[in-house]
């Protein structure tokens, strides 16, 4: 089985590349961390993905949240 990844072309790559996050608040009861992901398409194709839990416990949606948007942050421009 071949799996690849197929990329339209644009007019510049500022154009065509996107991220989205996203995160919930401790949705496990059992382990009561909150889940954190991101996804960079490039093109339409993904180019970079993660999920993970967070490493830290929050007590609201919105301080989970600003948490995910911090670390992708500071994933890309530090």
Do not use: C, P
Not at 3 to 18: A, M, T
Not at 48 to 64: D, G, K
């Amino acid at each position: 089985m071949n799996i690849v990844l197929v990329y339209d072309k644009g007019s510049s790559i500022r154009d065509n590349v996107k991220g989205y996050v996203d995160s919930n608040y401790a949705n496990d009861l059992n382990i009561k961390t909150s889940l954190t992901g991101h996804i960079f398409t490039f093109s339409g194709g993904a180019i970079s993905w993660n999920v993970i839990f967070q490493s830290t416990i929050t007590l609201f949606t919105i301080e989970a949240r600003y948490m995910t948007l911090t670390k992708i942050w500071n994933k890309l421009y530090n």
